[in-house]
């Protein structure tokens, strides 16, 4: 109910201009003739009242729509319909009311000064709040709304609009909607909670503890050539200053679109820094990953629950996360059943107390991009159970320049291979815990395969690494580097060779002060050593 009195000077009730409210009579005269009276003042809709508005008003004044209590009624989803349509620059608030069966509810194509949107709840509708091609030093807030059976709940395209903040909302039902026509930008069919789209401008978004579930992208036949189906996105420019962050969000059940491989996130953030924080997704994310994040110049994902159910038909598809720019930090994140833990194609990054669960493939798979000049990997203290394949794998398809990698202080328990780098500058390899479930895999615990200038595995302990393959378990290979090797201070348990060392001429060897229990101490294959002095000592 509205806490402003019918009769104050400051409050403009449209039932005082003819509004009928009985949800069949058209109100619009009479909505539009109180709207051109309230002036920064209060336009009432009365409690109980349903106004049907067949047509749309135009707000040309700035002012503050109070209908808490009152629904306010279009002519049909698949109607072109909107219930507001904002002409001029205002400052516009709205508090409370149900607004529903319509196009739009409010739609922004002029520069505003501020929408503050409160209390709300919108159904059946395409964009209920369309903001498009609009540039603004103002703001945006939607705050305690909820957002039920529409296309895009809070949909802000081709605009620069100086602060964003979408928060404590609820998306529900979030589907695409038969319409009569889509005009440009229901001609992109962006299928999202909430998405905020700028090509350009100085500009921040912020969304915070929204609960988004079902979201539903276009059936056959209807997905357009680059799909956008999200439980929240945001993408600005990575050249301005832009800044999107994500915190205490909970998604669930992302299910795309039919066929295809992009556009399908639970989070998608794209600007010059992004930090996502403290969100928990399920299901949310079927062809790309559940979070996307690109931030050009940092990213942090950090304190998210990612998790996936087995049974879905695309699983072999599913990541948990996609990483990409120059910079990151991924700590303290938990993935459960996903196929691929962090897909990243950051050339500089820490990936630190993550919790890997069940993960069918690779935990942290690098993909560096075409060109790309990789600086540092730092893969430290993370934990993987025994039914993940692999901690880390580089799977770059090119022959781009490497920098550093640090592994160090990690336990992994799973079926397959520590870690696989093609290449680098230094390599440390250090503090790390491995125990391979179940034992008689012929998989290697590290491979080391193109040019590397020093490489350094020490103080780990290789507990049941294989019993099976005769090739040994820790093995490097490329006839084209001269690497300094060390490998010192290491246990090895059960297995035949500890190391395979092979196509390799060295300039410095050390293999000194390792214990091996039931296994053989190295092998060597097409290994040059002329001219350098090899250190090999073993502890039994």
């Known amino acids: 109910m509205s806490i402003y009195s019918k009769n104050s000077d400051n409050v403009i009730n449209v039932e005082n201009f003819g509004a009928r409210g009985d949800g069949s009579t058209s109100d619009v005269t009479a909505v539009q003739n109180a709207v051109n009276a309230a002036s920064n003042k209060i336009l009432l809709f009365p409690a109980g009242g349903t106004y049907y508005l067949p047509s749309s008003i135009t707000l040309s004044n700035s002012c503050t729509i109070d209908a808490n209590g009152a629904t306010l009624q279009g002519s049909g989803v698949g109607s072109d319909n909107d219930l507001f349509n904002c002409a001029t620059s205002i400052d516009l608030k709205v508090r409370g009311g149900v607004f529903t069966d319509c196009r739009h509810a409010f739609k922004f194509t002029t520069a505003f000064d501020s929408l503050a949107v409160s209390q709300a709840e919108f159904t059946n509708s395409v964009s209920p709040l369309l903001v498009y091609a609009v540039d603004s030093s103002g703001s945006i807030g939607v705050h305690n709304c909820r957002f039920s059976n529409v296309e895009c709940g809070v949909d802000i395209q081709s605009c620069a609009i100086k602060n964003v903040d979408v928060s404590h909302n609820r998306f529900d039902n979030v589907r695409y909607q038969t319409v009569a026509t889509r005009a440009a930008p229901l001609d992109k069919k962006i299928v999202a909670g909430f998405w905020y789209q700028s090509t350009a401008g100085n500009t921040s978004a912020v969304c915070s503890n929204n609960y988004v579930e079902d979201v539903v992208g276009p059936p056959e036949g209807e997905v357009p050539a680059e799909p956008e189906v999200h439980g929240l996105g945001v993408t600005l420019a990575l050249t301005d200053s832009t800044d999107c962050v994500f915190s205490g969000n909970v ?11 992009e556009g399908n996130e639970g989070l998608l953030g794209r600007s010059r820094r992004v930090i996502i924080d403290s969100n928990h997704l399920y299901n949310a994310g079927s062809r790309e990953a559940c979070i996307y994040a690109k931030g050009s110049n940092y990213h942090k994902i950090s304190n998210n629950i990612v998790e996936m159910s087995l049974d879905r038909d695309d699983w072999t598809n599913t990541r948990g996360v996609i990483s990409t720019g120059s910079g990151c930090d991924i700590t303290d994140n938990k993935f459960i059943n996903v196929y691929t833990g962090i897909y990243s194609r950051a050339v500089s990054a820490q990936y630190v107390g993550n919790e890997f669960i069940n993960i069918g493939n690779i935990c942290i798979a690098l993909a560096l991009e075409s060109g790309a000049e990789h600086a540092l990997t730092v893969v430290d203290n993370n934990r993987v159970d025994s039914h993940s394949i692999s901690l880390f794998r580089d799977v770059t398809a090119g022959a781009e320049q490497h920098g550093d990698f640090i592994l160090r202080n990690n336990v992994f328990k799973g079926t397959g291979y520590l870690a696989t780098i093609k290449g680098g500058l230094n390599i440390l390899i250090n503090d ?14 590290i491979s080391i395969s193109a040019p590397a200038s020093g490489i350094f595995i020490q103080n780990n302990q290789f507990v049941e690494f294989e ?22 201070n290491n246990y090895f348990g059960v297995g035949t060779y500890a190391l395979w060392l092979r196509d390799q001429v060295y300039e410095d060897l050390i293999v000194r002060d390792n214990q091996y229990f039931d296994c053989s101490a190295v092998n060597y294959t097409n290994v040059d050593v002329s001219g350098v002095e090899i250190v090999v000592q073993t502890t039994a």
């Open 467 to 488: 019993n099976v393959n005769p090739d040994g378990r820790i093995i490097t290979g490329s006839s084209t580097n001269t690497p300094r090797m060390f490998i010192t």
């Open 432 to 445: 790390n815990f491995v125990k391979r479930t179940p034992t008689g895999t012929d998989r290697e615990l």
């Open 251 to 261: 998604i669930k059940n992302i299910v795309g679109v039919s066929g295809g491989t």
